[in-house]
């Protein structure tokens, strides 16, 4: 985007050189004060001003460019860095409190700044010491974090102020907040003093005045504190000044900067208007023109040019549809990035509604400006509870804590799950349920199922920690970040969804968590331990300029944030009455904001309200609409419980209920588009080949399921190759083709039941007394798998019941001929070959075949005609032997059950005889036979194969 070139307005008398338009080279010595409205070109002004300044022979360590704000100044240095053609060794903007924290240093190198956390620990010592609390208030308000807030407000207004406890004593009208600042300010200096550390509302009214610039200039001059202009009216005596500024922007009234204060600080510089160059004059006239008369000069926009859109919905899910639809279209018919695209809201709490529902719409977002303490930040404060954990004992409620977070991952569920599992260990069964989770952080277990693993990933870092105990604190993050693998987060960021946004957050608190710990440690503040604990208790963030994720994404913000940066299209969502703007009063519990207001000449006394509130709104929303270079679309919400902004109004807007739904799900789309073309229809085929070109996902024919062709048409068996088949895949085949071709193939779904089958049979080979089978049994236990211990141990309690049922058939049981005899039939191409669990000798000589079953024990009917069991006697009768019969040793109900099937009867022998002839043509075919009504559509294996469905991936 191409920013704005400032314009001088026609009755500036200054010739503009051709090498620089919009340039009056009166800026380069002396004092001049640049006043423009939004878009009019101010910041770039200054820029080519710096560039100017250079070309003049000024060396860029002679030029000192501020800002209000850190953010500001990166992007501003930025700016000025790409356009000079000259090398500097300081940076080439700063904001006025990094630069006084400077002077600071160069007076003092191991000065440091008092955290807010440190501010609050004081002043909570200094509370629950003091003898005269609580002042009137009960001792549960006084300890309230809330209190200890505004009692650090009440400070800050008397430090910014300059004020001595004598000028406390002397203001006439006493009030709560005064009496406590009169008899907490001394203790807090002197407290203060004993850290070592400068408060920061002191970091300029008491930063050094020496410098050796040349020119100093000053972007967004009007949102300068009073401390802040007077460090500046200071450090420029005898130098070069410019300030760029627009009283109608200004949005800090609320502290100590005042709308004028630039200017009437400086009251006999030249001012400089700059020509209005916005698209939306008209609704910047009608703003400004509700602003102070004596704010009025020629770089007020004049009313002309289009106005800006508005529209109202009747809930904010169709406001959200529709927000995300117009990104989505201007994205891809205007071909515009998401990053030219801000969505501005009144409270940080609207962006994180904003944020959430943008992107379950897959419109990929960033919000901007200030950011929630580390505490707040579920990834950050996860990192910080196991530090916590590490270093210093912990309730089990930190633990469960810890464990539902993203850190570990497991839901409330998998706690549930986790806590069985643990039972199961004879360690936790009659533990102190106070201390359960406290405890089992003491024992790594094995790992079996997944929670397990998660609860072993913890104690495992944990142990890591303790065995530092003297890390500093970005060696003990960087621990944990290298075994949180964030790798992942970056794989799953790359998207628009949720669960991308979610990522992404996590990645951006573990940076701004790195950026912290860094500072804490130059600081010299502390251990890991140290660190944790402050940032544990520290509920207001940190001004940090640590990165973030760098993907093309809508911009949120506040208004208040806005400043010193423009984008093509700016939406003004959930305008609501009493939201924006917010008529209430700008007071506090302890009068903070009124002290400010009596010591700035805003009201005649410190116990009177400071009014205003509309015009600090005005401003805001001015500075918004502003920042729009080509669109600016404002919306609201209108039921029986919201009502649309006042703005609307006075903008002169009549936004009519917008009832167009909006479809936004893409998924539903792409359905729909697959829907009509499975039928033939193929007018939407060209959207549907767009939308896989996009990554929608199941658009592209490669995620459908059924569309494949067949992998091979060969048969199972070559032409004159042996056909092997298994007797115990009899019942099977004669079921089903299909579903005996899906058993044999990988779809059988074998797990823990065919392991243990498989073990009691061993163990019946094995033969024996009762107690060398359970030997044999336990001594083999461990080759089988579980998903949790308890698991474990219920199905040993079921295979020894087993095993005994085992015991109880051999003690009683024939003379044993042969066990797991092998034997092999053959009839044409079909080979029957496989092992009998038992053959046994009777009294008599006849033999009889035994099968052991740990499954479903079948009924004596099944027996009877048994296909496997007569497929053993017809090998027996091939070996040789006189038959007796057949019998199934059945223990699958944990207990035994012996069901005899007859010796062969020429009806079951015919039966057989026939079946094998069938699985002889069939088994090594390339097709099979589907017994559809009678079991496929019963049989969820054999849907899967026969189902005739298209499905995305």
């Given amino acids: 985007m191409t920013p704005a070139e400032a314009v001088f307005v026609p009755a500036t008398p200054s010739s503009l050189p051709s090498t620089l338009p919009g340039f009056a080279p009166d800026l380069l010595t002396g004092h001049h004060a640049v006043v423009g409205s939004p878009g009019s070109g101010k910041t770039t002004l200054l820029g080519q001003l710096v560039i100017e300044v250079e070309r003049a022979g000024v060396e860029p360590s002679d030029i000192l460019v501020l800002t209000p704000n850190r953010a500001q100044a990166s992007d501003l240095r930025d700016q000025v860095s790409l356009d000079s053609q000259k090398a500097a060794a300081a940076p080439r903007a700063q904001s006025i409190t990094s630069f006084a924290f400077a002077q600071h240093r160069i007076k003092e190198a191991g000065v440091r700044l008092l955290s807010g956390s440190a501010q609050q620990k004081i002043l909570r010592e200094l509370v629950s010491s003091s003898p005269k609390a609580p002042w009137g208030f009960n001792f549960q308000t006084v300890s309230l974090e809330g209190f200890i807030q505004e009692i650090r407000d009440l400070i800050t207004v008397c430090l910014e102020f300059n004020l001595e406890p004598k000028q406390l004593e002397e203001i006439t009208v006493k009030t709560k907040g ?54 500046v009216a200071e450090l420029s005596q005898g130098k070069n000044l410019v300030l760029f500024g627009d009283p109608d922007a200004a949005s800090l009234g609320f502290r100590t900067a005042l709308p004028e204060g630039y200017l009437s600080r400086f009251p006999s510089v030249p001012k400089h208007y700059l020509e209005p160059r916005t698209k939306f004059s008209q609704a910047l006239s009608k703003l400004s023109g509700k602003l102070p008369a004596q704010l009025a000069g020629p770089q007020r926009p004049k009313p002309a040019g289009v106005t800006v859109g508005a529209r109202t919905f009747l809930n904010q899910v169709a406001e959200a549809d529709w927000l995300a639809a117009e990104i989505r279209r201007a994205r891809l018919q205007e071909n515009l990035s998401f990053s030219g695209i801000a969505v501005v809201a009144r409270t940080r709490p609207q962006l994180e509604q904003l944020a959430s529902a943008l992107s379950a719409r897959n419109v990929p977002v960033s919000i901007s400006g200030s950011q929630s303490a580390l505490r707040d930040q579920p990834f950050a404060r996860a990192v910080l509870e196991l530090l916590r954990l590490a270093y210093q004992s912990s309730e089990s409620t930190d633990v469960v804590q810890l464990l539902e977070s993203s850190l570990v991952g497991l839901d409330s569920i998998g706690i549930r799950r986790l806590r069985r599992q643990l039972i199961a260990f004879g360690d936790f069964e009659y533990s102190d349920p106070a201390q359960f989770w406290a405890s089992a952080l003491e024992i790594e277990h094995e790992p079996k199922t997944s929670e397990i693993k998660k609860l072993n990933f913890v104690i495992a870092l944990l142990r890591t920690l303790r065995g530092h105990p003297e890390a500093s604190a970005p060696q003990a993050i960087s621990l944990v970040l290298e075994a949180a693998n964030l790798s992942q987060r970056q794989v799953l960021g790359r998207g628009n969804s949720a669960v991308a946004r979610g990522a992404n957050l996590d990645i951006d608190a573990a940076l701004q968590l790195v950026a912290a710990a860094n500072r804490f440690s130059e600081n010299n503040l502390g251990d890991a331990r140290t660190f944790c604990l402050e940032q544990l208790e520290q509920s207001i963030p940190e001004d940090s300029l640590a990165a973030t994720s760098s993907i093309d994404a809508v911009v949120l913000t506040t208004a208040s944030s806005i400043s010193g940066r423009s984008f093509h299209t700016v939406f003004l969502p959930r305008l609501q009455d009493g939201i924006w703007p917010n008529l209430r009063p700008r007071t506090s519990l302890l009068g903070a904001s009124s002290l400010a207001g009596y010591l700035s000449g805003k009201v005649e006394s410190p116990d009177r309200v400071v009014r205003g509130e509309l015009q600090d709104e005005i401003r805001l929303l001015y500075k918004a609409i502003g920042a729009a270079s080509q669109r600016c679309e404002l919306s609201a919400m209108i039921s029986s419980e919201e009502q649309p902004s006042q703005f609307f109004q006075l903008l002169g807007l009549e936004p009519e209920i917008s009832l167009e739904l909006v479809s936004f799900d893409l998924r539903r789309l792409v359905g729909s588009y697959r829907a009509q073309l499975r039928v033939g229809n193929t007018e939407n085929v060209g959207k549907l080949a767009a939308l896989a070109l996009m990554g929608v996902p199941g658009a592209h024919p490669s995620s459908w399921q059924g569309l494949l062709p067949l992998s091979t048409d060969e048969p199972l068996v070559s032409e004159g190759e042996k056909v092997r088949f298994s007797p115990s895949k009899l019942e099977a085949f004669e079921k089903c083709p299909v579903h005996w071709f899906i058993e044999s193939f990988g779809g059988d779904g074998s797990g823990f039941e065919a392991s243990l089958g498989t073990l009691l049979h061993a163990a019946m080979e094995q033969g024996g007394h009762r107690d060398e089978l359970v030997q044999y049994l336990e001594s083999n236990w461990h080759t089988l798998e579980f998903e949790s211990s308890w698991q474990a141990q219920t199905q040993k309690r079921k295979a020894l019941r087993m095993l005994s049922a085992v015991a109880d058939y051999l003690e009683s049981a024939d003379l044993l001929m042969q066990a797991e005899q092998k034997f092999e039939l053959n009839l044409g191409r079909l080979q029957i070959a496989g092992k009998i669990d038992r053959v046994e000798q009777l009294p008599d000589g006849s033999v009889a075949v035994v099968d052991l079953k740990t499954g479903r024990t079948p009924s004596q009917a099944e027996v009877s005609g048994h296909r496997q069991l007569a497929v053993y006697q017809l090998a027996m009768r091939e070996l040789g032997h006189e038959l007796a019969g057949a019998k199934i040793v059945s223990v699958g109900e944990q207990k035994l059950k012996v069901l005899q099937q007859p010796p062969l009867t020429e009806e079951l022998e015919s039966e057989i005889t026939k079946l094998l002839a069938d699985v002889e043509q069939q088994a090594g075919a390339a097709r099979f036979a589907a017994n559809v009504s009678s079991h496929c559509l019963q049989a969820g294996n054999c849907q899967l194969l026969i189902g005739k469905v298209i499905t995305g991936g």
């Fill in 178 to 231: 005064i009496d406590i600042a009169t008899e907490l300010l001394p203790l807090y200096l002197e407290a203060v003093k004993r850290s070592g550390a400068l408060d920061p509302a002191l970091l300029i009214s008491t930063a050094p005045r020496q410098a050796s610039f040349s020119h100093i200039l000053v972007d967004d001059a009007h949102d300068f504190s009073r401390a802040g202009l007077e460090f």
